[in-house]
């Protein structure tokens, strides 16, 4: 009987080794998956923050900021400022503007109030949207006060300043068809040479 007793513990024994051999497995296979699927969120991530990157272009705090605040929501705000760190172009404004600041969470808020400050200010917001960079250099040209205006007086002063343009464009294309050239004959002749 202890013989017996003896081949039934060690099948015993053999078969909880077998079983805790497999809880072990399993146990390896569930930890390979939560690191698989913690490093796809990671690169995901990553490959998120690529396609938003914010430099020293007002044009780019848009789709930024769109995309941004929505990474926003569900991380701590230390991930969110590693975040708004690998969002931004090294040795652009932006980034400057965010490592101008302690990376913690505290200063989270800060940095962004300061990013939004520099970069999403309506008034620039609406001019380098919409018009060109030519009608953008003479305008700022024509600022000639150098102190900052409100946006109305600004507005105010845009209205002039477009009929004074207009007029000029058109004084331009009267000498041209005074000598029988037109502006997009000119061009070409320009772009020949």
């Known amino acids: 009987m202890s013989l017996l007793s003896l081949t039934d513990c060690k099948e015993e024994i053999l078969a909880t080794a077998v079983e805790k051999r497999k809880q072990r497995k399993e146990l390896e296979k569930d930890e390979r998956e939560r690191k698989f699927e913690l490093e796809k969120k990671i690169l995901d991530n990553e490959l998120e923050l690529a396609r938003i990157k914010l430099g020293n272009d007002l044009k780019d705090w848009l789709p930024f900021w769109s995309q941004f605040q929505h990474i926003d929501k569900d991380e701590g705000p230390e991930d969110k400022f590693q975040y708004l760190i690998k969002a931004t172009i090294v040795g652009s404004r932006a980034r400057e503007v965010v490592e101008s600041f302690p990376t913690n969470g505290a200063n989270y808020s800060k940095t962004l109030e300061s990013l939004k400050s520099r970069f999403g ?72 040479n």
């Open 121 to 192: 200010k309506d008034d620039l917001l609406v001019e380098n949207l919409f018009f060109s960079e030519d009608f953008l250099k003479a305008w700022n040209r024509n600022n000639t006060s150098g102190a900052p205006t409100e946006a109305k007086e600004r507005l105010n002063n845009l209205m002039p300043f477009l009929k004074t343009e207009v007029e000029g464009e058109e004084r331009i294309s009267l000498a041209m068809k005074g000598f029988g050239l037109r502006k997009d004959e000119d061009t070409k002749r320009r772009e020949r």
